[in-house]
């Protein structure tokens, strides 16, 4: 079984049924298995996206954690040894979200589900 990690617009565009979600990435998020996680990061991002207009979720980050959380997803923290990765990360990618996401990734000994090109070259 694989222990993954989802990036935050893959898990947005689920909850939105967005056309640019790949069905394989849709099936692995609702395949039913343990080695699904989420970070709190995405609930932050999402928070973030949610309080300054550009997006637009019913029922608020709490109903986009639950939609995961409910469904067998774990979650992960934000923790000391991510941000001492973050520390040493070079600059492939600006985005802080994404950057401590990878750090997460990283300490965790997950995948990061991602479409992100840039993303990938850290792995």
């Known amino acids: 079984m694989h222990r993954r990690l989802f990036d935050t617009n893959l898990l947005i565009w689920y909850v939105l049924n967005d056309d640019r979600l790949s069905s394989d990435i849709q099936a692995d998020i609702e395949r039913l298995d343990s080695g699904k996680h989420i970070s709190i990061v995405s609930a932050w991002e999402v928070a973030i996206k949610i309080s300054i207009g550009k997006l637009n979720l019913r029922g608020g980050v709490d109903a986009f954690w639950d939609t995961f959380v409910l469904n067998g997803f774990k979650s992960l923290p934000v923790s000391i040894d991510a941000l001492k990765i973050v520390e040493t990360l070079p600059f492939h990618h600006k985005d802080p979200f994404d950057r401590l ?6 300490a965790n000994d997950l995948e990061l589900v991602t479409t992100d090109t840039e993303i990938a070259r850290y792995f």
Request: proline residues 0%; without cysteine; glycine residues 0%.
């Open 101 to 106: 996401l990878i750090a997460t990734a990283i």
